[in-house]
């Protein structure tokens, strides 16, 4: 099974800030990668598939990188709607699998 | 407008079983895979369950392997969820969710949620 491991597990940081979440594969997965946000209470919503397309809808200050084994998301900055747990998935081979979130919050 | 509306949960005792309905509308349900996403209480995300668009593919997570059995009824639009031999770690929020492979392969669209708690 590919695992996936998000860094950092916990984020704090303030509106307008830039944060970065990383996503490591345990093995190559192409660009597989999707990231999704979800609050709480609510069903996960699709940011980022492809490893950097944007979903339609999603404002632009979020964007994706990476290939093989190394993704990241990048929010560049940070509105008060964006405090939230963020998970990144491999759609690559079964198991499907999501990593462990980040959980962002306010500073 | 996309719509998947999931039913069916509810508290069943170890050991029991539940059958998990997704209502889809809003697109052509029958070319899509679609999947079962689920979330115990305070954790993380957990794959279940994929099959096609057809119903001719699917695949399963090890943890619900030869207890759980996806299928779908395309006539209806529906999605299901046969659970067996229920377990406690089997309580959880259980999504479905469209499955894109179009351009990439993700989750676009996911219902509310059904909660299933398995308790004594």
């Known amino acids: 099974d590919i695992q996936l491991t998000q860094s950092p597990s916990f984020l704090s940081a303030s509106v307008g800030d830039r944060v970065t979440i990383t996503c490591r594969a345990s093995?190559?997965?192409?660009?597989?990668l999707a990231w999704y946000q979800q609050k709480p209470g609510k069903a996960p919503k699709l940011l980022i598939y492809?490893?950097?397309t944007l979903q339609s809808g999603v404002p632009s200050r979020f964007s994706g990188s990476g290939s093989g084994t190394e993704f990241t998301l990048t929010i560049s900055s940070l509105q008060p709607e964006d405090f939230a747990t963020y998970y990144c998935?491999?759609?690559?081979?079964?198991?499907?699998?999501f990593g462990q979130g980040t959980r962002l919050e306010i500073k | 407008e996309v719509q998947l509306v999931e039913s069916g949960g509810g508290l069943v005792q170890p050991g029991g079983s539940l059958r998990l309905s997704c209502a889809a509308s809003?697109?052509?349900?029958?070319?899509?895979?679609m999947s079962w996403v689920r979330q115990a209480p305070g954790k993380g995300l957990e794959w279940v369950s994929t099959?096609?668009?057809?119903?001719?593919?699917?695949y399963y997570a090890d943890s619900v392997k030869g207890r759980f059995t996806i299928s779908r009824d395309n006539s209806k639009n529906t999605l299901y969820l046969q659970m067996n031999s229920l377990r406690a770690e089997d309580t959880a929020v259980y999504y479905c969710?469209?499955?894109?492979?179009?351009?990439?392969?993700?989750?676009?669209?996911w219902g509310q949620g059904t909660l299933v708690t398995v308790s004594s």
């Open positions: 093995q190559g997965i192409s660009s597989y």
């Open positions: 969710a469209k499955y894109n492979i179009g351009g990439g392969r993700y989750f676009d669209f």
């Open positions: 492809a490893a950097s």
């Open positions: 099959i096609s668009g057809t119903g001719g593919s699917t």
């Open positions: 998935q491999q759609l690559n081979s079964y198991p499907i699998t």
């Open positions: 809003g697109f052509t349900f029958n070319s899509y895979a």
